[in-house]
């Protein structure tokens, strides 16, 4: 009997402890409601309809859901794990996007990010004309907003940006409320709506697949795609002349000697090597410089790889990992490493973005550099470069945190405009986004290395996207349904117009004005909203590798350029 009596009461305690972490309001509370919003979100987020999902946007929902339900989490903890998690997440972003920012902006990428400028101004250019036509407050059309461009980013700079709001007046209580639910409302169309923009482009431009990949290749060869060239010197102002002489600083950029044949000897050229009448020459080039190339050697003639093995010295190709901080900040032309090692460096990846390898290109740990030359070149190149990509496996949290640090310190200076009410502030988005930007690219140039392998920087971001998600649904649950049932069935229609109409319009002037392929098209649209749903829905339906390319040129602007749009908007409310 008394067993009995036990079981029952060891079983009765169990219950009301697992009620508690329901009820209580503490930190194992607030752990366990998070955890538990997060994993079943993460969990309904592998289902897809049709190939889409809304992703981690599933853990907003079922935090609205259970926080409909009546789970609550004590406000101060909620608040630090909204910003914390808000604040890993853009951090590592910066960090990802940081070293290809200002690359993105030369040759063709100017134009698509110009494209990608105006379509964030068009999406709050409809956002503000349709607060002043339909009374809507401004702060809940900044949540229409940043729901309908999928941009989470912009979710969070408009809450920090009212939570530091020094006047408590009625209008700005109900944005706060009320923003996170108009996120919610408007996330799911705008990511239908952006699919739908792409359909009806490819409906409306006819495009045939198999064409628009030519045009593409096409494309990419004027934009100065790397291809080899084989040339035979002819010209007599070059006999006599040295490598060094002919590539000189002006060529080195554009213009690379990968292998001379001279008789029936082929070997890597050595920079002090005179040229002779009939030599022949292996270029790496691009389609912008060739004709110069063909005018400064001679004849042109078709490369077949087999002329270019030497029986000799065995000439291989390879990737080799930077892993010593000393390389870090220094460049390529400082590293001298066509001189000294007889290799070539054809190209460098870094953070997912393949580089051309320009002479004044600074480097840094965590590059990928393809490389061509001889075996024993190579080893010895691979030993000053370090070469042991498990090192990098291990990030450096040092200049992370201070990152950090100073991102939010940056974030919480006071910015003042002429016509503002309050000074505007970058706020614990925008603050330690553009310090991660700024760290990732000029880091290296001040012998900072910020690397981080891409899978701890995803991992880093997702664990801060899914606290933020779940902090903000389970804030915005309580008043989501009174929000529907009090006027919010329009935002879904404010929503549709704001994801439709910039979309629609730069579509049209990329395609009609600038002349763009359909790939550059799908990837302008997927970076220019910062939505990876409609980015994996184009590469699965079209098929096409460029439009990541495309998406990359333009995201890094266009998320900070989300960001600052959503602080403005709601200080315009203030």
Same mark, same amino acid.
């Given at each position: 009997?008394?067993?009995?009596?036990?079981?029952?009461?060891?079983?009765?305690?169990?219950?009301?402890?697992?009620?508690?972490?329901?009820?209580?309001?503490?930190?194992?509370?607030?752990?366990?409601?998070?955890?538990?919003?997060?994993?079943?979100?993460?969990? =309904?987020?592998?289902?897809?309809?049709?190939?889409?999902?809304?992703?981690?946007?599933?853990?907003?929902?079922?935090?609205?859901?259970l926080g409909h339900l009546g789970l609550r989490i004590n406000p101060t903890i909620l608040s630090f794990i909204k910003d914390f998690g808000l604040i890993l997440f853009v951090f590592a972003i910066g960090l990802q996007v940081g070293p290809g920012f200002f690359h993105s902006f030369r040759k063709d990428g100017l134009p698509m990010n110009m494209l990608s400028l105006a379509m964030v101004l068009l999406a709050v250019a409809t956002t503000y004309v349709i607060h002043l036509v339909s009374g809507e407050n401004l702060g809940i059309m900044t949540g229409i907003m940043s729901g309908a461009v999928t941009n989470t980013p912009g979710l969070g700079a408009a809450q920090q940006t009212l939570s530091e709001a020094t006047s408590a007046s009625a209008e700005i209580s109900d944005a706060a409320s009320g923003i996170a639910s108009?996120?919610?409302?408007?996330?799911?169309?705008?990511?239908?709506?952006?699919?739908?923009?792409?359909?009806?482009?490819?409906?409306?431009?006819?495009?045939?697949?198999?064409?628009?990949?030519?045009?593409?290749?096409?494309?990419?060869?004027?934009?100065?795609?790397?291809?080899?060239?084989?040339?035979? *010197?002819?010209?007599?102002?070059?006999?006599?002349?040295?490598?060094?002489?002919?590539?000189?600083?002006?060529?080195?950029?554009?213009?690379?000697?990968?292998?001379?044949?001279?008789?029936?000897? *082929?070997?890597?050229?050595? /920079?002090?090597?005179?040229?002779?009448?009939?030599?022949?020459?292996?270029?790496?080039?691009?389609?912008?410089?060739?004709?110069?190339?063909? =005018?400064? /050697?001679?004849e042109e003639y078709p490369v077949d790889m087999n002329e270019w093995r030497p029986s000799g010295t065995k000439l291989i190709t390879s990737r080799l990992s930077i892993t010593k901080s000393s390389i870090t900040g220094k460049s390529l032309r400082k590293l001298d490493i066509r001189r000294k090692y007889g290799v070539t460096v054809a190209r460098i990846l870094r953070a997912g973005v393949d580089l051309q390898a320009d002479a004044d290109l600074i480097l840094q740990v965590g590059d990928s550099l393809k490389v061509v030359g001889s075996e024993e070149g190579i080893a010895r190149l691979a030993k000053l470069v370090g070469n042991e990509p498990e090192t990098l496996h291990k990030p450096n949290l040092v200049p992370i945190f201070f990152g950090i640090a100073l991102g939010v310190a940056l974030g919480m200076l006071p910015i003042r405009f002429p016509g503002m009410p309050q000074p505007l502030k970058l706020g614990l988005a925008g603050g330690p986004l553009i310090v991660a930007i700024l760290l990732g690219n000029f880091g290296p140039q001040l012998r900072i290395t910020t690397y981080t392998a891409l899978s701890a920087n995803l991992m880093i971001r997702e664990i801060g996207i899914s606290l933020f998600m779940a902090a903000v649904g389970l804030g915005a649950g309580k008043t989501f349904v009174a929000s529907l049932a009090g006027g919010g069935y329009m935002w879904v229609l404010y929503g549709v117009f704001i994801t439709l109409i910039p979309m629609t319009l730069i579509a049209l002037i990329a395609r009609y004005i600038l002349k763009m392929d359909f790939f550059k098209i799908c990837g302008l649209l997927a970076g220019g909203t910062t939505d990876p749903a409609l980015l994996s829905f184009s590469e699965q339906m079209f098929g096409s590798g460029r439009i990541a390319v495309n998406y990359a040129t333009v995201y890094p602007l266009t998320m900070f350029l989300r960001v600052v749009a959503a602080q403005v908007l709601i200080m315009i409310m203030l």
């Open positions: 009997m008394n067993a009995c009596v036990d079981y029952v009461g060891t079983i009765f305690y169990l219950c009301h402890d697992m009620v508690n972490l329901f009820t209580q309001r503490d930190t194992a509370s607030a752990i366990f409601i998070l955890a538990l919003v997060i994993a079943s979100g993460l969990y =309904i987020s592998k289902f897809k309809i049709k190939g889409i999902s809304l992703g981690t946007t599933w853990i907003l929902f079922m935090g609205i859901l108009a996120y919610a409302v408007a996330y799911p169309l705008g990511v239908l709506g952006a699919i739908a923009v792409l359909l009806f482009s490819k409906a409306l431009f006819r495009v045939d697949l198999k064409a628009e990949q030519e045009k593409a290749s096409a494309s990419d060869d004027d934009e100065g795609n790397a291809f080899r060239l084989a040339c035979k *010197v002819e010209n007599p102002a070059l006999f006599g002349k040295t490598v060094q002489d002919i590539v000189g600083d002006e060529n080195a950029d554009h213009l690379v000697i990968t292998r001379m044949k001279r008789g029936d000897k *082929v070997f890597f050229p050595d /920079f002090g090597l005179p040229l002779e009448e009939g030599d022949k020459l292996l270029i790496v080039t691009d389609v912008q410089h060739k004709e110069k190339v063909r =005018i400064i /050697f001679g």
